[in-house]
C-alpha cells in the first residue's frame, strides 16, 4: 500500500493557522464562538481609532505641506512599533507564545516550519493589529496625499516591514524562555538588570531643551528644523526606519532606492529567524533534562515554624510565586520601563503636557503597572499554577475557601509590595516627586487591587485552564477573559485617572489623594462583599475547574 503523501508547505500553514485560531478562540465542547470571535474584534477595535487619527493626521494640511514633517512622523512610527513589539514578550510576560513546537511535536512537519508559521500567526493577533494600526493609518495618509509611485512596491516593503519586526520578536520572546529555564534565572533577571541600570547611568539623556523654546516663543514653525530633519536621517538609517525612507524614495520615484531598502529588511528579518531558531532549538533540548541532584537539608523546610493552617497556607502560596519564573519577569519590567523613561528624557516630554503633575502621573502609572501585572496574571487563572496539587487540596481536610482566601492575600500582597518598591525607586532614581505624589499613587493601587482580585476569582472559576510550569506547553486563556480581565483592570484604573485629571496641571491636592482613597475603600467593601459568592461558586464548580487544571 502507498503511503501518503506528506502534507505541501502551504497546506501545513493552513492546518497550523486553523489549529491556532481554534487554540487562541479557545474552542471546545460547549464554547461559543461566536462569543469567541465578538472578543477578538472588541479587543483589536482600538486598531480602528488609532489607524483613523493618525491617517487624519497625515492628512492635516500643515503636516501634508510640510517637506519633512511628513518623513519623521513615519520613519518615527516605524522605530516605536519595532520598538513595542520587539519589547512586548519582555514587557507582557508573553512567554507562552512558543507552545506550537511541543504541541504539534508528533505532526509531519519541520521545526523550522512551525517556527515560520508561529512568527507569521503571530502578525494576525489582536494586539498586532493595534501595534501596527498607527503606522498603517500614516501610511495610507500619506499616499493618499503624495504620489507614490509603484504602489506594489510599497505594499511588498510593508510586508517585509511586518516580518521583520515579527522574527526579532521571536528573538526576544525565545531569549526569555531560556533564560526562565534556567536554574540560575533569578540571578540572571537580577545581574541583567543591574547592568542594564549601570550601561544606562552612562548614556547621556535625550536632550528636550528645544521644547522649552518651542513654548516660550509660542510657534512650532519657530522651531529649528534642522533637529527634525536629522531626526529624521537617523531614524531612517537603522532597520526599522527602512520601510519609512523607501516610502520617501517612492514618493520622489527612486525606485531602486526603495528597493536597497527592502534588500537591507530582508537581510536583518533572516539574520533575526535564525537566531530566533537556534534559541528556540536551544530552549527545547534543556526543557526535558534533568537538572543535578540537590541534597536537600533537614532543617530547611519551610513549613516547620507554620502553627496553624491558614499560616501554612500563606507560606506554601508565598514560596509558589516566588519560585514562579513568569513573576520574576514581571517583577524586573517596571524597573526597566522606568530606567527608560529616564534614558529617553520621557520626563520632560510629559511635563511638558501635564505639567506640575506629572510625577503623580509617571510614579502612578509605574505602581499601577506593577501592581497589575503582577496580580492579575496570577488572579485571573489562580488554580493552574497548582496542577495536580490541587487534587491533593480537595482531599485533604482543609477547606478549599481557605485555599482561595490565602491566594488573594499572596497575590494582594505581591501586587502592593511590587508597586510601593516602584514608587520608592522612582523618587530615588529620578529625584523627583512629592510624598503627596506617591500617596496618591499608593491610594490608586489600594482602589485597583480589590477590583483585581474580585474579577480573578471569577476568571478562575469559570475559564480555568492548565499552566504548563515546565513552559514547554500552555493552554490558552480565552480571548473572553482577556478582555474581561482588562476590562476589571480598567475600572480599578479609573479613580487614579479622573481624580488627576480633575486636579489638571496644577499638582495633586489633598482632595485628590481623598478621592483615590474613597474608591479605594469603595472597591474594599466590594471585593469583601462579592467573596462570599466566589466561595460558593468554587464549591459548585470545583470538579470542573480541576478537570480543567490537570488535563494534559
Known amino acids: 500500500m502507498n503511503r501518503p503523501a506528506a502534507p505541501g508547505f502551504f497546506q501545513h500553514l493552513w492546518l497550523l493557522w486553523g489549529l491556532r485560531l481554534n487554540i487562541g478562540l479557545n474552542q471546545g465542547p460547549g464554547k461559543s464562538r461566536l462569543m469567541a470571535v465578538g472578543a477578538f474584534l472588541l479587543s483589536s477595535a482600538p486598531a480602528w481609532g488609532l489607524g483613523v487619527s493618525f491617517y487624519g493626521l497625515m492628512r492635516l494640511r500643515p503636516v501634508a505641506q510640510n517637506e519633512v514633517w511628513p518623513f519623521f512622523i513615519l520613519n518615527l512610527l516605524c522605530f516605536v512599533t519595532s520598538a513595542v513589539w520587539v519589547m512586548w514578550p519582555l514587557m507582557s510576560a508573553g512567554v507562552d507564545d512558543h507552545s506550537e513546537l511541543s504541541r504539534y511535536a508528533p505532526f509531519p512537519i519541520s521545526p523550522f516550519r512551525l517556527l515560520i508559521a508561529s512568527t507569521v500567526a503571530s502578525l494576525f493577533e489582536p494586539r498586532a493589529l493595534v501595534f501596527y494600526a498607527p503606522l498603517t493609518g500614516a501610511a495610507l495618509g500619506y499616499a493618499s496625499v503624495h504620489t507614490v509611485r509603484m504602489k506594489w512596491i510599497a505594499v511588498l516593503l510593508y510586508v517585509l516591514f511586518a516580518l521583520l519586526n515579527a522574527t526579532w520578536s521571536r528573538v526576544g520572546l525565545h531569549l526569555v524562555l531560556n533564560v526562565l529555564r534556567a536554574k540560575n534565572s533569578a540571578q540572571l533577571i537580577g545581574g541583567g538588570f543591574v547592568f542594564f541600570l549601570v550601561a544606562a547611568s552612562f548614556i547621556p539623556p535625550i536632550d528636550t531643551s528645544w521644547l522649552t523654546s518651542v513654548v516660550g516663543e509660542g510657534s512650532v514653525e519657530k522651531m529649528d528644523m534642522d533637529l527634525i530633519v536629522n531626526a529624521t ?320
Open 233 to 552: 536621517l537617523a531614524l531612517g538609517r537603522v532597520p526599522p526606519g527602512y520601510f519609512g525612507d523607501a516610502l520617501l524614495e517612492l514618493s520622489y520615484g527612486y525606485r531602486s532606492n526603495a528597493l536597497a531598502n527592502g534588500v537591507g529588511m530582508l537581510v536583518f528579518m533572516l539574520m533575526g529567524l535564525g537566531i530566533a531558531y537556534a534559541l528556540l532549538l536551544y530552549f527545547h533540548r534543556n526543557v526535558g533534562r534533568a537538572g543535578p541532584a540537590v541534597k536537600e537539608a533537614g532543617d530547611n523546610d519551610p513549613f516547620a515554624r507554620t502553627r496553624t493552617r491558614s499560616t501554612t497556607l500563606l507560606v506554601r502560596e508565598a514560596l509558589d510565586l516566588w519560585r514562579n519564573p513568569r513573576a520574576r519577569l514581571l517583577a524586573s519590567v517596571p524597573f526597566v520601563l522606568a530606567i527608560l523613561l529616564k534614558l529617553t528624557s520621557g520626563r520632560a516630554l510629559f511635563e511638558y503636557m501635564l505639567g506640575a503633575s506629572v510625577d503623580a502621573w509617571l510614579m502612578g502609572g509605574l505602581c499601577i503597572y506593577g501592581a497589575v501585572v503582577m496580580a492579575s496574571t496570577f488572579s485571573q487563572n489562580t488554580f493552574a499554577y497548582d496542577g495536580h496539587g490541587l487534587a491533593m487540596l480537595i482531599a485533604a481536610p482543609v477547606e478549599l475557601g481557605d485555599v482561595l482566601r490565602a491566594k488573594n492575600v499572596v497575590q494582594g500582597a505581591a501586587a502592593s509590595g511590587m508597586a510601593l518598591l516602584v514608587g520608592i525607586f522612582y523618587r530615588v532614581y529620578f529625584g523627583r516627586g512629592t510624598a503627596l505624589d506617591f500617596l496618591c499613587a499608593m491610594a490608586a493601587v489600594g482602589a485597583v487591587v480589590p477590583v483585581l482580585l474580585a474579577a480573578g476569582n471569577f476568571l478562575s472559576l469559570y475559564f480555568p485552564v492548565k499552566f504548563h510550569a515546565s513552559l514547554k506547553r500552555r493552554d490558552k486563556l480565552p480571548l473572553t477573559a482577556s478582555v474581561l480581565g482588562i476590562v476589571a483592570a480598567s475600572v480599578g484604573c479609573a479613580p487614579f485617572a479622573w481624580a488627576l485629571r480633575f486636579a489638571g496641571t496644577s499638582g495633586p491636592g489633598w482632595q485628590t489623594l481623598a478621592m483615590i482613597t474613597l474608591c479605594a475603600g469603595v472597591n474594599a467593601v466590594l471585593y469583601r462583599a462579592l467573596f462570599p459568592l466566589a466561595l460558593r461558586l468554587l464549591e459548585q464548580r470545583r470538579e470542573i475547574v480541576l478537570r480543567a487544571v490537570t488535563r494534559e
